[in-house]
């Protein structure tokens, strides 16, 4: 590769791609909020109405002034930065496949979302209490009360019954959900989202080794989403992609720099689930 040929806006749509290809969490955000990014400590600006009033309608009267409706305001901060840095000496890239960047960018895109998907999943601290449900020593025979009471929690919340409801675990949650022989899926596991493990009672169930965790004893308790898409916003910007010659390599070099900031916007539809495997 020779630098003369170096796209940056075709590596940074091509890095974008495989970004949204290498998320679970991050996909399971609302992207709807993303605006204009810059730098660190942008903010986007987050808008919500207040709810609609119904009343009963009586025939031939006049009904109240229409309610002015009330503006609610979040912002999402941009708050971290993650950057990459990788060069390609001139005699490996001679003897280098032709598909050589390609692979450099699939696995540079591949570290930057398991860094978002982890900090999306660190946001388990701003769920309000009352949206925790812990579950201790989860066996196979356990996994369909546990999700029966976090389906019911959400209906109460006000969740469409109809809404399909996100539910990220580890890998030692998945086996529990898998033994239970309850998810289904299109008999196609392969056409399933990436980490989709399949379908149960209007779960779409997702697993993920970023899921955050906690020690109690000798325990490990694995902080677990159950949520809607709209619960968590996120936004990103892949803001700057350079190809450049390092003074002191005989190589061509990529550095690019990746912003985002994710938060709770609907705390009423997701809940955390600390479950602790038997």
């Known amino acids: 590769m020779s630098l003369s040929y170096f796209m940056p806006t075709v590596w940074s749509e091509t890095l974008y791609r495989q970004l949204d290809r290498e998320y679970v969490a991050v996909k399971n955000c609302s992207r709807e ?15 919500g109405i ?16 229409p309610a002015e409706l009330s503006d609610t ?12 840095n990788f060069a390609v000496d001139d005699v490996d ?6 598909g050589l960047m390609k692979e450099a960018m699939r696995l540079a895109a591949s570290a930057l979302a398991n860094e978002a998907d982890k900090y999306v999943f660190s946001l388990h601290s701003a769920i309000p209490s009352s949206n925790v449900n812990n579950v201790t020593g989860l066996d196979s025979d356990g996994v369909v009360d546990m999700l029966l009471s976090v389906r019911q929690k959400l209906l109460e919340q006000d969740v469409p019954g109809n809404e399909e409801i996100i539910l990220e675990v ?42 955050a ?15 809607t898409k709209r619960a968590i916003a996120f936004a990103e910007q892949l803001n700057e992609i350079e190809a450049y010659r390092p003074e ?31």
Do not use: W
């Not at 605006?35 to 808008?47: A, E, L, P, R, W």
């Not at 207040?50 to 002034?65: A, R």
């Not at 990436?194 to 009672?201: E, M, Q, T, V, Y």
């Open 93 to 98: 890239r001679a003897q280098a496949l032709p």
């Open 213 to 227: 965790t906690a020690q109690s004893g000798t325990s490990t308790v694995y902080k677990c989403f159950a949520r």
């Open 170 to 211: 580890s890998p030692a949650v998945a086996s529990k959900i898998i033994k239970a022989k309850i998810v289904t899926d299109t008999n196609n596991s392969e056409t399933l989202d990436k980490g989709c493990i399949g379908s149960f009672l209007g779960f779409r169930i997702y697993v993920s080794n970023n899921v």
């Open 50 to 65: 207040s709810p609609i009033t119904v009343f009963d309608y009586e025939k031939n009267s006049d009904m109240e002034p």
């Open 248 to 278: 002191l390599r005989f190589a061509d070099a990529v550095k690019g720099l990746h912003l985002y900031g994710a938060k709770i916007v609907y705390p009423q539809q997701i809940m955390l689930l600390n479950v602790s495997v038997a």
């Open 73 to 84: 305001e979040r912002m999402l901060v941009i708050n971290r930065a993650k950057a990459f």
């Open 33 to 47: 909020f993303e605006g204009s990014i810059k730098s660190m400590g942008d903010t986007v600006k987050i808008v």
